[in-house]
């Protein structure tokens, strides 16, 4: 196909990426870009900080303008430009001024389409209530700044724990709103398995955000005589009222599908287009990239959604190597992500506990509380790290971490050593950085594979935190090895305490007819008395993350 008109409808991650690309492979093209929005090319992540201050001044959200991709890439940019329709036989899109209302026509040899995912709105009684907003560009952003400003001590409702919803929370906090956050599943941030997300309930708890999980928005309500609430009272199906000034519509996103579907191409089962590994359309002139296109999950390879910025800037590329005769291959999306609320970090990468499931994939799981960076060394902050493997292979299939520092730099290389196929006994064998300021001669990530490993080997069989409160006293045993000051902390209820040190002489008092589950602090100590306990003839199994993970998961989410 020879390629002298490339079009590109979306001018942001996706759209920008490919048509930048597609210049450095193609100079003599005539490339085109198409931007509904006032801007392209901006950094939509950044716009809860600049909503909450941190990022000051609009500019610096701009990463390029049209006069600045123009001057670079020689690229025809045209802001406010909505393409409306695409007539695939001839090979031509067309295009509405949205200041004149003018339509016009521009032909193409290859099409990208980026056009991103629009927030969703379900059709909740009362949902476009004066105060209420999205979060999508910078419009949306300068929007919330006008509605907030002049009322100090406002308080904002976010509706939905996703990241958006949450870096929303904390941002309206940083600048002091009163915030509330609705959830409908039992935890924020759906790609974390329980325990890890409730790091972060208790997080926003301790920064005074209130918190209604398992609970949704039943209607938003006019204000009634005697209610102050600026935008709305806010009805949950619970039956509370939470008076809003501000509301923030975080439910997730729907890939914007409309152009493509109308132009007939293949939309696949979860609502987003259908790509091929070059990411091109059913229709071969036509590529598609970012939030709206369906991408395999590189874990399980199902189809799914994952509208991150990462991957829509590879994909932009990929389809720009395409057109141009290279080769490239999507191989897929991992789902890596990160977030900070308040103090804490929270990151994930390939798969979690209900996707594995779902996929039918065999998998152990084991969790662990290392430092990060020398304990020795002051400011070493525990991380909470969960890595899954295939049970068969050890091969890693995804990983978690929250903390107060540590958790980017082992999420990025436990992304990486997904992508590479890695198996536990790899990570075990990481040569990673050392120095006391930044890790321990024995990285976390060395130690999860090491954990793992041993599970892998026969050494230690776990426990998951979510098993004690269905274990049975006549079948099993739960047993506390910490020092009697940490008993008296707090215990697992049933437990029985023998400290470590004590273990070999105090032998008799355990039962060889039941399974002994043993834990600690972290799972630590434990699974040294589950290796003592294992070669005197016991059935014994560690509590993986022990007493750290357990306490977390369990401590009840009660709402303000
Ligand atoms: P977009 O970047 O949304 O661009 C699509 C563009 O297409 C839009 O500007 C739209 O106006 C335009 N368009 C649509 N239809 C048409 C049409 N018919 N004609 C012309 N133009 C059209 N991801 C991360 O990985 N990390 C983060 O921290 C992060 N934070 C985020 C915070 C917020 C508030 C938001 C909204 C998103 C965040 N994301 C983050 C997600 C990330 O921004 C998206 O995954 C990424 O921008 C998707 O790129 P895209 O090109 O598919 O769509």
């Not at 085109?32 to 600049?50: D, I, K």
């Not at 016009?104 to 209420?132: C, T």
């Not at 939470?242 to 890939?255: Q, Y």
Request: aromatic share 6%; with cysteine.
């Amino acid at each position: 196909m020879s390629v002298q008109k490339v079009v590109v409808v979306g001018g942001v991650a996706g759209g920008a990426s490919a048509a930048a690309r597609a210049r450095r492979l193609c100079e003599d093209a005539e490339i085109t870009v198409f931007e509904r929005g006032p801007h392209v090319s901006f950094a939509n992540c950044g716009l809860p900080y600049f909503i909450g201050g941190e990022i000051v001044g609009h500019d610096s959200l701009l990463l390029q303008t049209p006069e600045s991709l123009r001057a670079r890439f020689n690229l025809d940019v045209r802001c406010q430009q909505e393409v409306v329709a695409i007539d695939r036989a001839a090979q031509r899109v067309k295009v509405r001024d949205l200041a004149t209302g003018h339509d016009y026509e521009e032909a193409y040899d290859a099409l990208i389409l980026s056009p991103g995912a629009a927030p969703l709105k379900p059709p909740i009684p009362g949902i476009d209530r004066p105060g209420h907003f999205t979060v999508r560009n910078i419009p949306d952003a300068e929007k919330i700044m006008a509605w907030l400003k002049g009322v100090p001590g406002a308080r904002a409702v976010v509706v939905g724990g996703g990241y958006v919803g949450l870096e929303m929370a904390e941002q309206l906090k940083h600048r002091g709103l009163a915030v509330t956050v609705v959830e409908a599943l039992p935890q924020v941030m759906a790609p974390l398995d329980p325990e890890m997300a409730a790091w972060l309930h208790q997080e926003l708890r301790a920064n005074g955000v209130t918190l209604h999980l398992s609970d949704c928005v039943a209607a938003f309500e006019a204000p009634a005589n005697g209610e102050q609430a600026r935008a709305s009272v806010v009805v949950l199906k619970s039956g509370k009222r939470i008076e809003a000034d501000a509301v923030i519509l975080g439910m997730g996103v729907r890939p914007e599908i409309s152009l493509a579907k109308d132009a007939g191409l293949e939309i696949g089962a979860l609502g987003g287009i259908r790509v091929n590994e070059r990411l091109q359309t059913s229709d071969p002139h036509i590529w598609a990239v970012g939030d709206a296109i369906e991408v395999r999950d590189a874990v399980t390879g199902a189809w799914s959604l994952v509208p991150l910025a990462g991957p829509a800037n590879r994909q932009g590329r990929i389809a720009a190597d395409n057109i141009f005769g290279r080769h490239s291959r999507y191989r897929g999306t991992w789902g890596t992500a990160i977030l900070r609320l308040f103090n804490l970090t929270a990151g994930c990468t390939g798969a979690n506990e209900k996707v594995l499931r779902k996929a039918g994939i065999a998998y152990q799981a084991v969790h662990l509380h290392p430092d990060s960076h020398a304990g020795y060394y002051p400011g070493a902050e525990e991380i909470a790290l969960k890595i899954l493997f295939a049970s068969d292979t050890g091969k890693l299939l995804g990983a978690q971490a929250v903390a107060r520092a540590g958790v980017d730099k082992r999420i990025d290389v436990l992304a990486t050593a997904l992508m590479s196929g890695l198996t536990v006994q790899d990570l075990a064998e990481l040569e990673l950085a050392y120095a006391p300021p930044y890790g321990s001669a024995r990285d976390p990530v060395n130690l999860a594979g090491m954990i793992a490993s041993n599970v892998l080997a026969g050494d230690v069989d776990v426990a998951q935190w979510s098993e004690v409160a269905a274990l049975a006293s006549d079948t099993a045993l739960l047993l506390d090895v910490r020092t009697d000051e940490e008993r008296r902390k707090g215990s697992i209820s049933g437990s029985i305490h023998i400290p470590l040190h004590q273990l070999r002489s105090r032998l008799a008092e355990l039962p060889k007819d039941r399974e002994i589950i043993v834990y600690c602090r972290s799972g630590h100590r434990s699974y040294y008395a589950c290796r003592m306990l294992v070669q005197r003839g016991f059935r014994a199994r560690n509590l993986t993350g022990s007493y750290r993970t357990w306490k977390t998961a369990t401590t009840v989410d009660a709402p303000h």
